[in-house]
């Protein structure tokens, strides 16, 4: 069973910035891709960020130029750096990884809480 703890969530004004994290129960280099989803209330969810095992990294549209995904192998510890914060933005941000090569699975964290203030 391979766990995700996502964190870093809260509060902040338009233009601020936060750094989510996702702590995984096994190392991520074993994962294929690790990917930032997120749900707004009312909304269907929606893909933020990916980043797969060969550092290739995606982009929502909504958020390029300023989120960022990166990786920490040793920390087992995946990112997304938030900056330029908008109130569309707010959105429950869940950390989810893909694992296997034939059959691969896919883990989902419990989801953090961004809300952006305008």
């Known amino acids: 069973q391979v766990q995700l703890v996502e964190s870093g969530g809260g509060l902040v004004q338009a233009g601020g910035s936060l750094r989510l994290s996702c702590a995984a129960s096994?190392?991520?280099?074993?994962?294929?891709?690790i990917g930032w989803y997120r749900q707004a209330p009312g909304k269907q969810r929606e893909l933020v960020a990916t980043?797969?095992?060969?550092?290739?990294?995606n982009y929502a549209d909504a958020v390029k130029g300023r989120f960022t995904i990166s990786g920490d192998n040793a920390k087992k510890t995946v990112f997304l750096q938030m900056n330029s914060l908008k109130p569309e933005d707010t959105a429950v941000y869940y950390c989810?990884?893909?694992?296997?090569?034939?059959?691969?699975?896919?883990?989902w964290g419990q989801g953090t809480q961004v809300t952006v203030s305008s």
């Open positions: 096994i190392s991520t280099s074993s994962f294929n891709a």
């Open positions: 980043i797969s095992s060969s550092g290739t990294t």
């Open positions: 989810n990884a893909e694992i296997g090569i034939f059959n691969p699975a896919i883990f």
